[in-house]
């Protein structure tokens, strides 16, 4: 049974950044992507990054390209998402997911939240002064 589990939220004054970790385990296909979402008081959760486990391919959201990153650590199975200059709008409960596709379907991940079946529990964003 695959799984994920996020951590490093907090609260940091805008133009701060911090890093969130994702650790993914019991993924045994080749073919899956880790996304990034958040959701904010009211709103509905939506895609912040991706990455595609086989080959790294990144994609982000016009609201944080420039300023978040997404990396992994292939050998301890993490992804990261650095995310600096952040800003207020930026607060919300991140949440990291796992897309299982098991055949390769091209160089590109998903940021839809309907792609994704296993969820960690969501780690709070807070940016405020």
């Known amino acids: 049974l695959s799984s994920a589990a996020g951590s490093g939220g907090g609260l940091v004054q805008p133009g701060g950044s911090l890093r969130l970790a994702c650790a993914a385990s019991?993924?045994?296909?080749?073919?899956?992507?880790i996304g990034w979402f958040r959701q904010a008081p009211g709103k509905e959760r939506e895609g912040v990054s991706c990455?595609?486990?086989?080959?790294?391919?990144?994609d982000y959201a016009a609201s944080v390209k420039d300023r978040f990153t997404a990396s992994r650590d292939t050998f301890k199975n993490i992804v990261y998402l650095e995310m600096n200059d952040l800003k207020p709008e930026d607060t919300a409960v991140y949440y990291c997911?796992?897309?299982?596709?098991?055949?390769?379907?091209?160089?590109?991940?998903?940021?839809?939240?309907?792609?994704?079946?296993?969820w960690g529990e969501g780690t709070l964003v807070t940016v405020s002064s």
């Open positions: 990455i595609n486990g086989k080959d790294g391919y990144k």
């Open positions: 019991g993924i045994t296909s080749d073919y899956y992507h």
């Open positions: 997911g796992v897309y299982i596709l098991n055949l390769w379907r091209g160089r590109f991940c998903s940021l839809g939240r309907q792609a994704y079946t296993y």
